[in-house]
C-alpha cells in the first residue's frame, strides 16, 4: 500500500510541474479513486487506459486456493497507471510475474468524447487455463476504441493455482473462473464511472476464454452480470461430460515440486507452502507427448461442500435444461485452429513412431478423447481421417491437422452451436474466419509466413498484440479485416445484433442467426458469404463415437 500512495503523489507533482495537459485522467467511483493515462488508438484518437487495478484481495498465503475476496473499497487514491503483473506461468526472464495478480484494466475513451454511456466489452483471455494475460503488452484495446466503447480486461488465476480441484471441501475448484465471477462484479459496481453502461456488457473470450463465456451463461453465480457473449474458438461441451474433479493433476502437481501425494489434505497443505514460481514453472512437466494434451486444467462440476457453486450443473445438462442466463451469443471458430500440431508431431521422429506404433495410447491424449475404452474410437478415427500409416507428407500432415482441428475445435463448437440453437431463447449467431493476414499465430519456420488461419488469428484484428505483432495501419486489406471485426463487435455490444445499421457499412451483407437445421453461419474473408452447416463431413463420425441428446 505505502508503495502505492508515494507513486501516486510523485506523478501528481510531476504532472503538475509540467503544467500542460499531459496530467493523468482521474475517476471516482464510489469504491475509490483511480489515476490513470492518456494514450491513442490506430487512427489517433485520445483514450483513457487504467491498468493493474486490484478487483480482490492479493489470493496470497491464507487465501492461496481460496475463493477471490472481492476488493469493495479502496481507501487510498489508486495508481492504475501501469500494467500489474501476469499470473504465474512460465515466462521469458524479467517478464513480470507475480502470485498478487488479479487485476482489471479499464479503457475508456476521453470524457469530453463521452455522449452517454457506452456499452463494455468484457474481454476474457485465452491460454488455456494455465497461460497468457490480460495486460496491455498481449490485449491493447488501440483498434476497439476507435468506436465508441469501453473495453475491460482481466486476469484471472491460472492451472494449479486458479484451477485444483481436489473432489472435496479442500479445493472445490474453478477458483479462476469465479475471480472472473469478482471482476465482473467490480464492473458492475464502479464501470459507470469510468463511462460504461453496466447495464450492457458484453463478455467475449478466446479459447478457455470462450469456454468461461459459456460457461458464465449458465453459472448461477454469474447472473445478471452481462447481456451479451461473444466465444471465439472455445467451448465447454465437448465428447463427454465435465470432470468432477482434477484429482490426477493435483498428484502430479505435488510430484512435481516433491509434496506428499498420499491424501487430499496433504497435498493442499503442502502446496500452500510452495513458492508461486516453483509452481508456476512446472507447467510444461504435465504434458505426456510433446506439448500434448493441449488442455490441462479445466472448470469442474462442483459438488455441494458449502461452497459457493460456479458450476453445480453439467454443461450439456444445463443447456438442455434451459437452466441458463440467455444472451444474444456469437460463436465463432477459424478454420485452421490447432492444424499445425500436426507439424510438432511429423517433424520430430521420436514423436511420429510414438504416435504410429503406439496410436490406441497416444491418440487420447492429443485428440483429448475420453481415455476409458477408447479403442473402438481411436480404430475409427485413424480410419475416417486416414492415417493408417502416418508419414512426414504433406497428406499426412493434412490429415492429422484436420484431426487435431476437429478434434479440439470443430466438433465441440458445432455442439455447442446445435445445443445453443435449440435451447437458447436468444438468437445465436454463428462465425467461420478463414482469413490470412500479413501475421498468424502460427507461421511456417521456413518461410516466415502464415499457412492458415490459425487459433487465435481472429484476435490480431481485435486487439493489437503487442508482445508479438506489428500494429495494423489504416491501409491494406488486415486493416480492412480490423474495420470489420471492430464493426462486428460495435454492433453486437450495442444492439445484441451485429448487423449493420447504417454507420458501419463495411459490413456489406445480412448475417441471420442460426437455426438448428440448416445452420447458417457468415465466413469471413476478403469477401464475407453466408453459408450452411458449418462441419457435415465428420460430423456425423463424431456423433456416433460420442452420442448425447440434444433435445
Ligand atoms: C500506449 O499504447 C501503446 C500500444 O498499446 C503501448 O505500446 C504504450 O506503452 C502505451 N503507452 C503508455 C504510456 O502506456
Ligand atoms: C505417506 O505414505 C507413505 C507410505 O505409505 C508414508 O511413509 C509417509 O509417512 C506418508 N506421509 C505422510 C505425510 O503422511
Ligand atoms: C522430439 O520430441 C521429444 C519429446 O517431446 C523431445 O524431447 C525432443 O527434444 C524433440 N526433438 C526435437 C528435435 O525437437
Ligand atoms: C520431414 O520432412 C521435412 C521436409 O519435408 C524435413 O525437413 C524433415 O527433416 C523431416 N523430418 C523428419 C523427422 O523426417
Ligand atoms: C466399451 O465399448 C463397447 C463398444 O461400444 C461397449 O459395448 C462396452 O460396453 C464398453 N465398455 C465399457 C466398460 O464402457
Ligand atoms: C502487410 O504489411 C505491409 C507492411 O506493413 C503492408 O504494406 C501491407 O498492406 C500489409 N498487407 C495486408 C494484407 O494488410
Redesign the pocket.
Known amino acids: 500500500m505505502l508503495l502505492f500512495i508515494i507513486l501516486c503523489c510523485v506523478l501528481a507533482i510531476h504532472a503538475s510541474e509540467e503544467g500542460k495537459a499531459v496530467q493523468n485522467p482521474t475517476v471516482r467511483s464510489s469504491s475509490g479513486e483511480f489515476l490513470g493515462i492518456y494514450n491513442v488508438t490506430r487512427r489517433g484518437r485520445s483514450f483513457e487506459a487504467y491498468r493493474g487495478i486490484r478487483y480482490a484481495e492479493p489470493p496470497v498465503k491464507e487465501l492461496r486456493f481460496q475463493p477471490p475476496v472481492p476488493i469493495l473499497r479502496y481507501e487510498k487514491p489508486v495508481d492504475a497507471t501501469k500494467n500489474g503483473p501476469a499470473c504465474p506461468q512460465p515466462s521469458s526472464p524479467g517478464y513480470y510475474v507475480d502470485e498478487d495478480c488479479l487485476t482489471i484494466n479499464v479503457y475508456s475513451p476521453v470524457k469530453a468524447e463521452r455522449k452517454a454511456s457506452l456499452p463494455v466489452i468484457f474481454f476474457i483471455h485465452p491460454g488455456g487455463f494455465y497461460s497468457m494475460t490480460g495486460r496491455s503488452d498481449l490485449f491493447a484495446p488501440d483498434y476497439l476504441l476507435d468506436r465508441d466503447v469501453v473495453v475491460v480486461t482481466i486476469n484471472y488465476r491460472l492451472a494449479t493455482l486458479g484451477f485444483l480441484s481436489t473432489g472435496d471441501s479442500l479445493a472445490p475448484g474453478n477458483n479462476g473462473l469465479k475471480d472472473q465471477v469478482a471482476a465482473l462484479q467490480w464492473v458492475q459496481r464502479n464501470i459507470a464511472a469510468f463511462g460504461g453502461d453496466p447495464h450492457l456488457v458484453t463478455i467475449a473470450g478466446c479459447s478457455s476464454g470462450a469456454v468461461s463465456v459459456m460457461l458464465h451463461m449458465i453459472s448461477p453465480m454469474s447472473k445478471g452480470l452481462f447481456h451479451r457473449a461473444i466465444s471465439l474458438s472455445g467451448s465447454p461441451v465437448r465428447k463427454t461430460r465435465s470432470p468432477t474433479h482434477l484429482y490426477p493433476l493435483a498428484v502430479r502437481q505435488a510430484e512435481l515440486v516433491g509434496c506428499p501425494t498420499n491424501s487430499s489434505s496433504d497435498i493442499v497443505n503442502c502446496l500452500r507452502t510452495v513458492p508461486w514460481r516453483d509452481l508456476g514453472l512446472s507447467l510444461n512437466r504435465f ?1 505426456e ?3 500434448d494434451p493441449l488442455t490441462l486444467w479445466s472448470p469442474v462440476v462442483e459438488a455441494d461442500f458449502g461452497q459457493e457453486r460456479f458450476l453445480p450443473v453439467d454443461p450439456i445438462d444445463a443447456i438442455r435444461e434451459r437452466k441458463m442466463h440467455p444472451v444474444p451469443f456469437i460463436i465463432s471458430r477459424t478454420k485452421d485452429e490447432f492444424f499445425w500440431k500436426a507439424f510438432t508431431v511429423l ?5 511420429l513412431r510414438r504416435m504410429n506404433e503406439n496410436w490406441e495410447d497416444i491418440a487420447p491424449i492429443s485428440f483429448m478423447l475420453p481415455r476409458d475404452n477408447s479403442s473402438l474410437a481411436t480404430q475409427r478415427l485413424r480410419q475416417e481421417y486416414n492415417l493408417v500409416d502416418l508419414k512426414n507428407d504433406s497428406d499426412t500432415a493434412y490429415n492429422l491437422g484436420r484431426l487435431y482441428v476437429d478434434a479440439i475445435e470443430s466438433f465441440p463448437i458445432y455442439r455447442l452451436t446445435k445445443l445453443m440453437s435449440i435451447h437458447s431463447t436468444a438468437p445465436v449467431w454463428s462465425c467461420f474466419f478463414t482469413y490470412i493476414g500479413n501475421n498468424s499465430f502460427y507461421q511456417d519456420p521456413a518461410t516466415k509466413k502464415p499457412v492458415g488461419s490459425a487459433h487465435h488469428d481472429d484476435l490480431l484484428y481485435l486487439f493489437y498484440i503487442a508482445y508479438r505483432f506489428p500494429k495494423i495501419g489504416s491501409q491494406g486489406t488486415d486493416a480492412d479485416m480490423v474495420d470489420r471485426m471492430i464493426d462486428i463487435w460495435y454492433n453486437f455490444a450495442r444492439y445484441g445484433d451485429p448487423n449493420n445499421r447504417g454507420d458501419t457499412p463495411e459490413l456489406d451483407i445480412h448475417w441471420p442467426a442460426t437455426s438448428p437445421t440448416t445452420r447458417p453461419y457468415l465466413q469471413i474473408d476478403k469477401q464475407l458469404s453466408i453459408h450452411e452447416n458449418l462441419f457435415d463431413q465428420f460430423a456425423a463420425t463424431w456423433e456416433e463415437l460420442y452420442p448425447i441428446q440434444y433435445y
Not at 517433424?347 to 514423436?351: A, G, Q
Open positions: 504434458y507427448f510433446g506439448y517433424k520430430n521422429e521420436t514423436l
